[in-house]
Each structure stands twice: as C-alpha cells, then as structure tokens.
C-alpha cells in the first residue's frame, strides 16, 4: 500500500515537473518572437515557410507587427525571401530536332498584393531601380508612426527598429514594375553578362553562344557553367521589404498575397546550310516566351492575435 501511495506522489511530482518546464519552454519561445523597441512599443515577430517543386520556388516570409501606442494604426512590415531556381535547361526543339535551345530567367519576378480596404502599402525597398551587384538597404522605425527608408544604411540613433535587405543579383538590375496602395511588383531582369571577358547585352542575339567545338548534345552549344552567373546557374534569392498600415479597430484580418517566380527566355542555335561547300552557326531569341511562371501563396493577417495563416496557393 505504501508502495503504490509512493508511486502515485512520484507520477504526481512528475507531471507536474513536465508541466512547468512546458510552460517555461512556451514563455521563452513566445519571449523570442516579441521585441520592445522604447515608449512601450513591441514589435511582434512572424514567419512562415512554403515550398513548390512545381514552380521552384521557396517563399520564407517575415511578418514584423509593429504595436505602438503613439500610432494610430496597425503598422506591419513584410520582409518577402527565399529562393526562386533559375529553371535554366537545354533541349532540342520538339519540331526542328537538329536546333539546340537554352531556356533561361530574363526576369525574376516579386510581386505583393493586398486585399483589404482598411489596408494599404505605405513603404516598400527598394524604392529605386540599381543594378548594384550586392542590394543593401534598410528600413528604419520611430515611435509615432514615422518610416525611414534609407538606402545607404546610414541610419542614425533617431529610429527605434530597423529592418534591413540584402541580396546579390550579378548581371542583373532591379525595378519597380508596378506600385501604388494595393499593389507593389518589381521585376529583377538580366542586364549585362561577363562572357569569357567580354560584355554583352543581355538582349543580344548571341548572349551565351559558345561551348565545345564538338558538339553532339544541346548543351554542347552554349557557354559553360563557369561563365554563367549564379542567377542563370542555379536561381535568386530575393529580399524585399513592404510596409502595410490598417486602421485600428475596423477589419480584424487582411489577406496579403505574396508572388515569386520568373520569365524565361529561348536561345536558339542551329548549323545553317546556305550551299554544298559552306555552313555557319546561326542564333535566335525569343523574349519572355514564358511569362509569369510564379508561385503565388494567400496569407491570412490577423491584426488582434497576429497569427499568420495560409488561406491558397496555386
């Protein structure tokens, strides 16, 4: 009897050992996810993660709630990463068998969209189009509802949270495809490439024509690997800020959708034959010839409880 009394205290102690260090591994966890930035106002903390083998592309999403008495709004900023493949392949042409063919990203696109008449974007990085090889920008925060965009990272002690961007985007230059309260869209498109020490267009007729002298497959025709950039070679890892106010006490959830992906364009080669005693290697481009191959992903903000939940994708 003893024994089972001493066995039941022992199972007792033991549940509620496990019960305290589950709740204390809660706290801390919750702990990680806020941020107080001065004048009790906190930054609450965000982030989702999904993934498409059908479109290649990785969307990691970082949501900053921004809780500020001195605001009259719901402030949140978007920070849209991940990565985007590059899709890049060689083929022979289905019609024309002896026409050698490089698909490759002209363009990854970033695009966000917000569907919510209460809510509207405010902010966004970068502003401005660059072809700087490494993009390095920053967002500051001052309590009262005031946002910094500062480019060149120069940001003094006036602001009391910062968010910051970097990404490499070599060959290519970034814009601003579309923007205005609902919607921003920038387009990373190729610019100017390095081939074996020479520039060259990224429109030219040309671009990426080499290989080996024998050629038996598709890929036989086209530069090497190690004279493509990385955003041909293998993909982009994008970095992009977006700041979206709400009015305070009107809709509880927003939906926001964020898009990433790419268009590709065709490089054709083929031996032409004019006569008996001659033949030379000829080239064609077709621009965007696929467009808007993006993977598009519906989030759920809830401006009370800031749970971020995934409504659709395509």
Known sequence: MKNNKLLKKVIVLSLITSFIVAEQQNVFAASDNFESIGDNAQVIKRTKDISSNKWGVTQNIQFDFIKDPKYNKDALIIKTQGFIKSKTRYQRNRQFPDVAQMLWPFQYNIALKVDDQNASIINYLPKNKTD????????????????????????????????????????????????????????????????????????????FFGGNSIRKTPRDFFVP?????????SGFNPSFLTTISHDKDTSETSEIEISLGRNLDVTSVWRHIPGSHASYIDTSRTHNAFTNRNFKVKYLVNWKTHEIKVKGKN
């Open 132 to 207: 700087s090889i490494d993009v390095k920008e920053t967002l500051g925060y001052a309590i009262g509802g005031t946002f910094k965009p500062d480019p060149s990272l120069n940001i003094n002690a006036s602001v009391n949270y910062m968010k910051s961007i970097s990404y490499n985007q070599s060959s290519y230059v970034s814009e601003v495809e579309n923007q205005n309260s609902k919607n921003v869209a920038w387009g990373v498109k190729a610019n100017e490439f390095n081939i074996d020490g020479n520039k060259i267009s990224a429109y030219d007729k040309y671009l």
């Open 225 to 233: 690997d190690n004279q493509l950039p990385p955003l041909v070679l």
